[in-house]
């Protein structure tokens, strides 16, 4: 399970890099200023819990005796990942679909919160783990 945790966090971390540098050189001069900084927020949200998934599987792998701390990785994993589709993903539809119609805020507009919930809750489940797992690592 390490491993599916750490290789999500490596694709989420080159997508939101060619995300990010898409934004900065081929999206600069067609967004406006405000889109533009809602889909660096999207990508930065992105990256931030592509490291949160690399550091969650190490974290998984050098406490990896315990049942509690492996179920409760797996959720704040899937809770991330979860995340970073909905919340970083709506932001780029948001941005994106606004150069075609911007009616689209209407559909997407309420994913986002939702992927902040699932961050939310990804980081409560690891402060769980790490609040039930009591060996010192």
Not at 87 to 109: C, D, K, Q, R, T
Request: with cysteine.
């Amino acid at each position: 399970m390490h491993r599916k945790i750490l290789l999500w966090g490596i694709g989420f971390a080159i997508i939101a890099v060619l995300l990010g540098a898409f934004g900065a050189h081929a999206l600069k001069s067609i967004l406006s200023p405000e889109k533009l900084q809602s889909f660096e927020t999207g990508v930065r949200y992105q990256l931030i819990h592509a490291l949160a998934l690399i550091a969650l599987s190490i974290y998984g792998q050098l406490n990896k005796t315990n049942d509690i701390v492996h179920k409760g990785i797996g959720w704040a994993a899937h809770f991330f990942i979860v995340g970073c589709c909905l919340f970083s993903g709506s932001i780029y539809g948001l941005a994106l679909l606004s150069l075609i119609h911007p009616s689209w805020s209407f559909v997407l507009g309420p994913i986002t919160p939702m992927g902040g919930l699932c961050f939310m809750l990804g980081w409560a489940s690891w402060a769980r783990v790490v609040w039930l797992n009591k060996v010192d690592m």
